[in-house]
């Protein structure tokens, strides 16, 4: 799977937009983008994922740039609720191995 | 859909005794299942995973006759942690990847040895 970068924390205004970026420029052809998010003391839940065209959920958006070194998960109106860590997996399909995590962005989303 | 149900989601329990996890899959049959910990302000970190009735394989570093899984059937697999020391006090999160689904997590369960 390959390596991501993400910022290991953002803090964001409550009804404002959270913008959180990842980049993986080492990415394959094959592989796709991937986004889960862990609220304290849960386990995670996933939100989203795209191969190159920017995809939309009840949940979120993510934008992949065209070379698709780098890509942006959008929570349209954060909420306290969506304080979590947000993790970027790169890999090929969404079952199979494990899941590997890296160290995620922890969103505060503040008041 | 392919919801997986963990407890307990938090236990106590004294240094030298032994606590088992359980992780169930609620509408589906999970024929793998990983087994990850999360120390604090950390990220997950695979333990093992376990596969329906044969041994687990464990990940470096982790004791495989500390840490006891068990996947006897398509939907249930525990953990196990023997001789709990303070040190094993950590986030236990069960995981299962399901064909044309994705991941789902179980909710977790807090261990503090005391």
């Known amino acids: 799977d390959a390596k991501t970068t993400q910022p290991p924390s953002m803090d964001c205004a409550e009804g404002r937009a959270a913008n959180l970026p990842c980049n993986h420029s080492?990415?394959?052809?094959?592989?796709?983008v991937y986004w889960y998010r862990q609220i304290h003391s849960q386990g995670p839940q996933y939100i989203i994922h795209?191969?190159?065209n920017n995809e939309t959920n009840e949940m979120a958006s993510l934008i992949i740039t065209e070379d698709r070194k780098s890509s942006t998960l959008i929570l349209p109106h954060a909420t306290l609720r969506d304080t979590a860590v947000y993790y970027c997996?790169?890999?090929?399909?969404?079952?199979?191995?494990?899941?590997?995590f890296g160290g995620g962005t922890r969103l505060m989303v503040k008041p | 859909g392919a919801v997986v149900s963990q407890h307990p989601s938090w236990v106590i329990c004294k240094s030298g005794t032994s606590v088992k996890i359980e992780c169930r899959s609620l509408?589906?049959?999970?024929?793998?299942m990983f087994w990850y910990r999360q120390f604090p302000k950390q990220s997950l970190m695979l333990m093992a995973t376990?596969?329906?009735?044969?041994?687990?394989?464990?990940e470096q570093g982790v004791e495989k006759d500390k840490f006891l899984i068990n996947h006897a059937s398509l939907t249930l697999s525990t953990l196990t942690v023997t001789s709990a020391h303070p040190e094993d006090s950590s986030f236990y999160i069960c995981?299962?990847?399901?064909?044309?689904?994705?991941?789902?997590f179980g909710s977790g369960t807090r261990l503090t040895v005391v």
């Open positions: 376990s596969n329906e009735g044969s041994k687990a394989t464990y």
């Open positions: 795209g191969l190159k």
């Open positions: 080492t990415i394959s052809g094959n592989e796709y």
């Open positions: 509408d589906f049959q999970a024929t793998t």
């Open positions: 997996i790169v890999r090929v399909d969404n079952a199979g191995n494990m899941l590997t």
């Open positions: 995981s299962a990847s399901v064909q044309g689904y994705g991941y789902t």
